[in-house]
Structure formats: structure tokens, C-alpha cells
């Protein structure tokens, strides 16, 4: 095997990801490289659970807190970025540790993978179609386009609806012929976190009131006078809508953790189907002992230390 292959700890949120990427990093003379669309933004800490630099360890991190609240999260852009970021760790003889759960930017990070164009005005009209058409008719309209994407995108996600929707117009192809089968960049151990649903769904719940109780209006409120409500992608982000929303006292705290708790779970649904797909993937169980002696057992074996 090479000697520095990239490794990466993939799966579904609160499974403990950061903690095994840094204990990985120090192990191995790496750097972690986050690959969680929301840990991009500037000053959205307790709500993304994102690491302190004081629990680094001492471990270089990358990618982390480079957006305002007001930019819009783009996977080419951070395609480039994390190329880059990879190619300085290798170049110093490190391992990059690639860390998230946000599936296509763990793909646009690792394979070879083109992504589509993107035209500001074609998007700013289909939204505006969604807005008037809803989001169930849009899906529709999705679905008689590009059915394999319908499948994959559920009819609530405007956002990704309205993307893929961009995607045929732009190139006249459907957006799902665009994901080519995975072929790796450079050598590459992923390594997956998993846990029983029963209990993924507790961790969750006591992550999000931890989240409150660590201050995450405080935090929401911070960023209001630097535009979060205008920011497209992050006034929306998990946690942060519902705050914003108790707030304006739209929702009770109450209401505001337990719609929080549902989306979360929904996304660790969505994030065991996308990367459960992927056959590359050595799965782990999150509490394992020794775990991560096994991983790097797995890591050492090229992933197939199975």
C-alpha cells in the first residue's frame, strides 16, 4: 500500500466521528480535513457540533469556518478547495483525515467526479416557480425528467429538487447521470461509524438538548446581525431554522428541540442510505472496544482489514 493513503470517517451524524478523526490523525501523522457542508460556515459552532481547537489535540484542521453566514455552500467550490487542502497535507508527507457526513462533498473530496454547472439566473427562476408550485409539484416535475433523482431526493427538499432541476436545463442530462460510478482520486481507506437506530435516535436527542443547553440561541443570536437570515444555506441549516424560529417566537423551545430532533434523525437516515450504498465503505460500530485499534488495523490493510 502506498504510504500515505487519505483516510476517511464517513456515516451518519452523532456517531462520533470527530473524536475517532482526530485520535486517527495523531496515530497516523495527519491532518483532518472537515468535509461537513454546515462546519464551513463562520460562527455556527454549538449547532454543528463542531470541535474546539482546544479538544484538537494538537492535530492541523482544514476547511473549518471558511464561509460567512451569508454565502451560499457550493460543492464545486469546496470541491477545489479540498483538493488543494489534500494535496498540501500529502505534499508534507502527512495523511489527510477526511471527516463528515455530508455525502457529495465526501465525494467530490475523494472520486473523480465532475460537477455539473450551476447558472445563478436559471436557479433564481426555479425557485421562484417553487415557491409558487410547491414542493410536491416540483418533485413531480422532477420525477418526469429524471426519475432515478426523484427517487433519491425527498419531495420536502426544495433546495436539492431545484438543483437537480437546474441540472437538466443547463445540461439537457439528468442530474443522476452525473454521479459516475465511485472511482477514487488517489489511494483512499473509508471507514464508516454506525450504530443501532434505537440508540443513534437517543444520542441525537441528547445532542440537541445539549445544544441549548450550550448556548445555541445564544449563538443563533450572534449571527443574526451578520445576515443568517439572508443566508440561503445556513438560515436553513438543522437546528438553527427552529432557533431562529423560537427567537421570533414561532416555536416554544419545546417544539423548537423536537422538530430539531425529527430533521436530525431524518438526516442520519438519508446519510445511512447514501453511504451505505457505497460498498467501499468498512463499517465500525461506533463503541466498540479498542475501536480504534481496529481502525487501524483497517487503515494499515489498505480496507481490508474487514
Known amino acids: 500500500m502506498p504510504p500515505t493513503p487519505l483516510v476517511a470517517v464517513v456515516g451518519p451524524t452523532a456517531t462520533g466521528k470527530s473524536d475517532l478523526g482526530i485520535a486517527l490523525a495523531l496515530d497516523l501523522d495527519g491532518e483532518v480535513v472537515n468535509a461537513d457542508a454546515m462546519q464551513l ?12 481547537p482546544d479538544a484538537w489535540r494538537g492535530v492541523p484542521h482544514h476547511l473549518l469556518d471558511v464561509l460567512d453566514v451569508t454565502d451560499e455552500a457550493s460543492v464545486a467550490a469546496y470541491q477545489r478547495d479540498v ?85 437538466v436545463e443547463l445540461t439537457g442530462r439528468p442530474f443522476s447521470a452525473t454521479l459516475p460510478e465511485p472511482a477514487y482520486l488517489r489511494p483512499t481507506v473509508q471507514l464508516g461509524l454506525r450504530a443501532p437506530r434505537p440508540e443513534l435516535d437517543q444520542r441525537i436527542e441528547r445532542r440537541v438538548r445539549r445544544m441549548w443547553e450550550d448556548g ?10 451578520h445576515g443568517l437570515r439572508s443566508g440561503r444555506t445556513a438560515s436553513r441549516a438543522v437546528g438553527y431554522a427552529q432557533a431562529l424560529a423560537e427567537l421570533d417566537g414561532v416555536l416554544d423551545r419545546d417544539a423548537a428541540q423536537q422538530e430539531t430532533a425529527r430533521l436530525t434523525r ?28 481496529r481502525a487501524l488495523n483497517v487503515v494499515r490493510a489498505g480496507g481490508d482489514g474487514r
Open 216 to 225: 445555541l440561541l445564544d449563538e443563533v443570536a450572534r449571527l443574526v446581525p
Open 83 to 167: 483538493r488543494a487542502v489534500v494535496d498540501g497535507i500529502v505534499s508534507r508527507g502527512r495523511v489527510p483525515v477526511l471527516v463528515g457526513g455530508s455525502g457529495l462533498y465526501v465525494r467530490a473530496a475523494l472520486d473523480r467526479l465532475q460537477i455539473p454547472p450551476t447558472d445563478p439566473a436559471i436557479r433564481s427562476r426555479l425557485e421562484a416557480e417553487a415557491e409558487g408550485a410547491g414542493a410536491q409539484r416540483m418533485h413531480e416535475r422532477l420525477a418526469r425528467v429524471d426519475p432515478v433523482s426523484a427517487r433519491r431526493i425527498l419531495p420536502g427538499n426544495v433546495r436539492r429538487v431545484v438543483r437537480a432541476l437546474e441540472v
Open 266 to 293: 431524518r438526516l442520519a437516515r438519508r446519510q445511512e442510505s447514501w453511504f451505505g450504498r457505497d460498498d467501499r465503505v468498512v463499517w465500525l460500530d461506533y463503541d466498540e472496544p479498542g475501536l480504534l485499534a
Open 41 to 52: 460556515y463562520r460562527g455556527m459552532d454549538v449547532g454543528t457540533a463542531k470541535q474546539a
